[in-house]
């Protein structure tokens, strides 16, 4: 192959390796952004002339400018190995793929080695694309696509920044040293993986309709807005069809109710409010959000530790003290009303409005629950 005639078929076909791997980027973004697989970039590169005049040096068993499948390269960057795996059945998917050209360079590692991890595709863009008239141009040309993860691009691209300026040629305790950060990172690529696995797994119970799979959950806003939202599906008790979409106030009382009465789990919550839901089915249609019927059952499950909440702002209502009568009689009412040094107010002063406002913003008290 005569190579001196290299520079006149390159000056003619790099612009259309550079215009063939910006429509896969461009093919590669959108299939992975519709299938929602989260990527870092997805950069590309045009092979320079010297660099290609070099290979060709080496590959004596070339026969045409066309058999360099380098020209073009593209590196999809993934935060999350198991995303991996989704890419390589894209690109196998959409494009003609040169298996004997393509494969995993970590197979190449050996099962005690550490080193330079991405996954190869040399490939073409298929019969059926290059029928497209705007893909005509682009027969026979070859790309390649590495794919790797975040982790592993970083470990490469230190390695070989550093190790370029050396020639290509470490120290041995150098070159150890970057192996056994590359086993670091590895693991932690591995350690990613599972968290994102788990994290799926949680958001998909958090979402569940079946109790069961939120029983063992801690409390936090998501996992108390399903519980509560599910109760009330369960139980048939929601006449009004209220519905919970967030508690983004995470100082008010649905989340001081909880910490006041120890719950930990959805299931603390659950035992509550199987002891003592039943009591209050029959005022069901009075409630004017989710919240009200939440916080009654605390009520009735210990009204000292009910009360022991509003001693932070020192006063109660006079339309809160009466739903209490409902269900407990005055003297016990007025036991736990007198311990907490509560009053009843009907309306405050601005003075007292003020006193009150004071004493919720220390306690980072700021909702009614009644």
């Excluded at 299938?35 to 290609?52: A, G, L, N």
């Amino acid at each position: 192959m005569d190579h001196k005639n290299f520079d006149q078929w390159y000056a003619e076909k790099a612009h259309l390796y550079d215009s063939l791997a910006q429509s896969v980027v461009q093919i590669l973004k959108s299939i992975m952004k519709s299938e929602k697989i989260s990527f870092v970039d997805v950069p590309y590169r045009i092979k320079t002339k010297d660099s290609c005049v070099g290979k060709l040096k080496k590959k004596s068993n070339y026969t045409s400018f066309e058999d360099m499948t380098d020209l073009a390269g593209l590196r999809i960057i993934t935060l999350v190995e198991s995303d991996l795996e989704k890419v390589s059945k894209i690109i196998s998917d959409n494009f003609n793929v040169h298996e004997e050209d393509s494969g995993d360079k970590a197979d190449l590692l050996g099962a005690d080695k550490f080193g330079y991890r991405s996954i190869h595709f040399v490939c073409d863009i298929g019969k059926k694309r290059e029928k497209l008239p705007e893909f005509t141009l682009y027969k026979d040309l070859c790309f390649e696509v590495q794919i790797r993860t975040a982790l592993s691009h970083a470990w490469a691209e230190i390695e070989h920044d550093r190790g370029y300026k050396l020639g290509g040629e470490l120290p041995a305790h150098l070159k150890r040293r970057f192996n056994l950060l590359s086993g670091l990172l590895e693991t932690a690529d591995l350690e990613f993986n599972r968290l994102t696995t788990e994290i799926e797994d949680y958001k998909n119970k958090v979402k569940s309709s079946n109790l069961e799979d939120l029983l063992d959950l801690d409390i936090n806003r998501l996992s108390l807005i399903s519980y509560l939202n599910l109760k009330f599906s369960e139980e048939g008790l929601n006449p009004k069809d209220f519905k919970i979409d967030n508690l983004e106030n995470k100082n008010g009382f649905p989340y001081i109710m909880y910490k006041q009465f120890g719950c930990e789990k959805i299931s603390d919550l659950e035992s509550i409010w199987s002891e003592n839901v039943s009591k209050i089915i029959e005022d069901w249609s009075e409630f004017e959000n989710l919240t009200a019927p939440y916080s009654r059952v605390f009520m009735l499950h210990s009204l000292d530790k009910y009360l022991n909440i509003f001693s932070w702002i020192g006063c109660i209502s006079d339309q809160s003290y009466e739903i209490l009568l409902k269900y407990y009689d005055d003297e016990e009412v007025n036991v736990f009303m007198s311990k907490y040094k509560l009053k009843i107010v009907s309306e405050l002063t601005d003075e007292e409005i003020a006193e009150v406002v004071s004493r919720m913003k220390k306690v980072k008290l700021l909702e009614n629950p009644l």
